[in-house]
């Protein structure tokens, strides 16, 4: 029998209640024993819940219980999550977190700590919900040189685009709709301006790099510049836009990261990825394209990732899972315009010259594809207007 | 420095060794040491090979090298590699392999055998090729009760259904098309049959349940039965077939377990998995539904996986990866008919009555859709002709 705690009785924390307590058996098997949650920590009393007798209010309380091997972090957060969290490092307890905010900004920081105390910090939740992708990317794919991860790691932004790109209507309105929903927050700026997707994507490229990437390094482009204009010129040309986060290893070595809208052609893999499922399309020099795809969000499917952290860590008690990546200056990373791109640009007006045009879909406005070029240079194309909307093309 | 072995020089074995090489710092790196290849036993000999001087016609130099920690088995059969696998788990050796018929018939004894001798016997490469799904499986998904797994395990059977819903053409020429171009063996048996996705849904299976469950002990057919007729019917009402292998658990417990081609409605997610692709999508009570998309042969695809797995056992020299089955005699496997289905049946002359009718693309038949029921009172509907093929719908 192995003791664990969860932090913050939340959407994900009481889903991990909930999978300790439903799949128990599946659990004991896979684990080896049995895991038993002690625990709750939470500023909140919650009189109505099963768990209720497990709620505690002191920190302490689990820093100073030895029979605690196993925490679940699922506060959210970078003060107390990271306070707590290396105060359990310290006190020798594995650690696993869903916080994707924590680990992008901290992460090396506290693997390192980890390491010390010979003990795990796992964090498979922080990107993807419920879909495996940290574990496969540093295991199974592990022989690869990962040479290009492109993701749709936010499920509020693909909601929103999914819906405007079916119902042609504006970024605004879908907001609103999707707040009322429980879809997007009543503040959905870290979602809407791609800040999410940024933590999320620094995570993916800390771990295939080896070497960290953190978001405030990364040239981030969130949603709210997508217009149903757009959306019209792009379904009218079979392509679609999606908020992608992408990390490429250029051939010099370095690393190219980027946040932004995208167009993508039909025919691509993550085309079709709608509504609030993620899913991460991973190239490696061995085993070419590995698409992994489900909800990236949820109270179960997230509750899932962080119960199989702790069974990893269940089944590792007496050693350090060495996982980690150099801290770093940025020095290894590539400026945006040293990947040229095609670009999608709309104006008003004629169409830029030397570029494919797409068919007709909004009076009075044009849109056309760039050749292969730096974004500053695809914005100074000879033309009638200029760029309404300019996003790069994945191909 | 840690020195390894491969047993097969074939299309996986040269695969392993180059990726081995070309990839060997960031093996060195996930590993936390390099993975030297000391040797490659073949029967052959390889002088052009830039490996010539690895080449070893002798098993018993690997098996009584004890610097030798890693086994790489990539001979397939289940004769000399049984034998070869046993022999190097005695002598201490972890062994890893691709090869899906020793796993599917052995597997739960060679994992008995790894843990008496405290060493790791791993075979991520034998479902799926270089697609993570085993680790993922049994690791992150550890804490869900897999309720559902569906999967495109062959590339072969998949590319020719692929050509034949495209082309129009039938079985026999898009099969000599295929062995021509290098897709399909000389003698297609065990992929046109159906064994080799069998084989890979029994351990799935396995692995999913905690039992053994026996190629045999699984009903399978193959594609050889799907006509150009069947692909018209198909194609006219927006619906694809794919040869479809399924472990389900039933509400009772028990596992069902069959591999047929099947009939998928236009918008499920193994719908598009085209050409030599593979698929596997899990069904997890927590996560739902999580897809694995890639490639599911080819030499460094395969490799991949392979490597993926030498420096998962590199990372645990010193112990054993309880991974493992129960023996069992089948008695928690449930007949096909324990899962009503509904029935595609193709019939010359009309439609069977209380049915859903398919456009009309054949002169002369018609095909339909039943109602959920038993395989057998399918065949039993009052109509007009016996039916000339009858697949399950997968929803």
């Known amino acids: 029998m192995i003791q664990a705690a969860i932090m913050g009785f939340g959407t994900v924390g009481s889903g991990v209640a909930e999978v300790l307590d439903k799949n128990a058996a599946v659990i004991a098997r896979r684990a080896g024993e049995p895991i038993e949650l002690k625990y709750i920590l939470d500023l909140r009393d919650f009189p109505d819940s099963p768990y209720a007798d497990k709620v505690i209010h002191q920190f302490e309380t689990i820093e100073s219980d030895p029979s605690v091997r196993l925490v679940a972090e699922c506060m959210g957060g970078v003060g107390a999550a990271r306070n707590f969290v290396r105060r359990c490092l310290a006190a020798g307890k594995h650690v696993v977190t869903s916080n994707k905010e924590l680990v992008a900004a901290h992460g090396q920081e506290l693997l390192e700590l980890a390491r010390e105390h010979h003990v795990s910090f796992l964090f498979e939740a922080s990107v993807g919900g419920g879909i495996p992708i940290l574990r496969p990317l540093t295991d199974d794919l592990g022989g690869n040189v990962i040479t290009d991860i492109c993701g749709i790691l936010n499920g509020t932004t693909n909601y929103i685009l999914t819906k405007m790109s079916r119902e042609g209507a504006a970024f605004d309105a879908v907001l609103r709709q999707a707040q009322q929903m429980g879809y997007a927050e009543a503040n959905p700026a870290a979602d809407i301006d791609g800040h999410d997707a940024c933590r999320k994507l620094c995570i993916l490229a800390d771990l295939a790099y080896g070497r960290a990437v953190l978001p405030e390094q990364v040239p981030t482009a969130g949603i709210t510049s997508v217009t149903a204009e757009d959306m019209a010129f792009a379904a009218a040309a079979g392509l679609h836009i999606k908020l ?27 085309a079709s990825v709608d509504g609030v499922f993620n899913a991460v399309l991973v190239h490696g020099n061995a085993v070419d394209d590995v698409l992994f795809y489900g909800r990236g969000a949820g109270k179960l499917a997230t509750a899932s990732a962080v119960v199989g952290d702790l069974i990893d860590c269940a089944r590792h008690l007496d050693r350090h899972k060495d996982i980690g990546w150099a801290a770093g200056d940025g020095s290894y990373l590539a400026p945006v315009d040293a990947l040229p791109q095609r670009w999608y640009i709309r104006t008003a007006g004629a169409p830029l010259s030397g570029c494919t045009v797409l068919p007709a879909a909004v009076p009075g406005q044009s849109a056309c594809l760039t050749p292969p070029m730096p974004r500053a240079a695809a914005l100074e194309l000879p033309g009638s207007a200029p760029a309404l909307s300019i996003f790069p093309v994945l191909e």
């Open 244 to 270: 992608i986060a992408r990390a490429k290893q250029l051939p010099d070595g370095r690393v190219w990261c980027c946040v932004s809208p995208h167009l993508l052609p039909g025919e691509h893999l993550l």
